[in-house]
């Protein structure tokens, strides 16, 4: 059974940084297309970033040149570097995975809070 665990996630001041780690166990990594959803407050979950297989990201326009998604195959960790943080980004960050780009993610983590407040 796949478990995906994130962290990385708190408070911090607007204009600020924070890194999310993602490490998944038990499925194939190498092979999984990954992506980091957020969740605002009363609000379904956005797609903000993905990576594939092979290395290529896309960005959701509101954290385009802010946040950067990146992949450690040897440590079955994605990442989410997060820049120039706004409030408008404080959400629930939640990592999730799939083996094709054909299907819903198959397998998500339980969430890493970001609130970015002065």
């Known amino acids: 059974q796949v478990q995906v665990t994130e962290s990385g996630g708190g408070l911090v001041q607007p204009g600020g940084s924070l890194r999310l780690s993602c490490i998944v166990s038990?499925?194939?990594?190498?092979?999984?297309?990954m992506g980091w959803y957020r969740q605002f407050p009363g609000k379904e979950r956005e797609l903000a970033a993905t990576?594939?297989?092979?290395?290529?990201?896309n960005y959701v326009d509101s954290v385009k040149g802010r946040f950067t998604i990146s992949r450690d195959d040897a440590k079955n960790t994605v990442y989410l570097q997060m820049n120039s943080l706004k409030p408008e980004d404080t959400a629930v960050y939640y990592c999730?995975?799939?083996?094709?780009?054909?299907?819903?993610?198959?397998?998500w983590g339980q969430g890493t809070q970001v609130t970015v407040s002065s």
């Open positions: 990576i594939t297989t092979g290395g290529r990201t």
């Open positions: 038990g499925g194939d990594f190498r092979n999984a297309n």
């Open positions: 999730a995975g799939r083996r094709s780009l054909l299907v819903e993610y198959e397998y």
